[in-house]
């Protein structure tokens, strides 16, 4: 459809003029009426107005600040630091007179060593630039640790370095090579990780403080140390030797603890006892010359007496353990003794 047959129809008059001419050209005018559009007169109390709002859209935002409760307010003026301000709704010059920054000064921030890990849970990125070090003993070790710091000045966090974070992170890649490099690599692997993380936190303080970064180091832990993935297996199997080693070793320790102990208790027994025979044997020995002396004093006062009654004694010991049989003089057989009590028999003879 022809955009002329959108208005009204024309005659073939008022469409075209000069029909003899070819082409019949047009009549000049569009076929449509265009709006007009009527601009305000300019007045100057509407450039003042005009100004006026945008001074203010300007001057109120850059002039109150909100500082919240784990931030602390660090003003400058015209670029050189002015004041510090508290948690709180505070007023400032707009720029560029004044500037507020607000740090969180409460704010646990980790730095990560030898790895990334990556946002959503994934799994985490090696940098083997940053975790490949250098032991004492001349073996490489795998070491990746986290470093968790504040600020603990403000001003000297913002004005004294640039990109604190990268100073973090380099200042404790620094300080645990240092550390790692004097070390051989079974303190590195097993019992020296405390020490470690204790000598790391003191020197990256020290440095930091040397800087004047205004940060604190809370502290440095190693997440992960291994010898690196080419030669894992082989550093495995030299773990688990030295554990059998170790093993073995405590067993004979403990095999050894058990027997001295007892052969020395076996030994001071044998002693003992034999101190105590020897004893023993002296005491009875000693017993026995004072007896004989007491009966040779008694025999000497009473020789024949005394010589009767240690024969009657000594028979009276020796006779009832005996069979005993009495032969009659003028008769044939054998008349068997009736047991008799004790000392009866020399009861007998002495009648």
Known sequence: ?????????????????????????????????IPQIKMPKFKPSMFWTIVGLLLLVWIIPGTFYFVEPDEEGVVVTFGEFSRITQPGLHFKFPSPIEHASTPKVR?????????????????????????????GDQNIIDINLVVQYRIMDSVAYLFNVRRQHKLV???????????????????????????????????????????????????????????????AAAFKDVVSAREDKERMINEAQGYRNAVIPEARGQAAQIVRGAE?????????????????????????????????????????????????????????????ILPLRPGALGESIQR
């Open 169 to 231: 992170r380099n200042v404790a890649e620094t300080v645990i090579r240092g550390i790692v490099g004097g070390r051989n690599i079974d303190e590195a692997l097993t019992t020296g990780k405390a020490e470690i993380q204790v000598q790391a936190q003191e020197h990256a303080q020290k440095l930091l403080d040397k800087y004047e970064s205004g940060i604190q180091v809370v502290t440095i832990q190693l997440q992960d140390v291994h010898p690196p993935q080419q030669v």
């Open 1 to 33: 459809m022809p955009w002329d047959d959108l208005h009204e129809s024309k005659g073939p008059d008022e469409r075209f003029r000069g029909g003899g001419s070819s082409g019949g050209g047009s009549s000049g005018k569009p076929p449509f009426n």
């Open 276 to 336: 105590a025979y020897g004893e023993q044997t002296v005491k009875k020995a000693q017993g026995d010359a004072n007896r004989f002396l007491s009966q040779y004093k008694e025999y000497k006062k009473a020789p024949d007496i005394t010589r009767k009654r240690i024969y009657l004694e000594t028979m009276e010991e020796i006779l009832p353990s005996f069979q005993k049989f009495i032969m009659g003089s003028g008769k044939q057989g054998v008349l068997p």
């Open 107 to 135: 704010k646990i921030r980790r730095a990560e060593i030898g790895f990334r890990t990556q946002r959503g849970g994934g799994a985490a990125q090696k940098v083997p630039a940053e975790s490949l070090m250098l032991t």
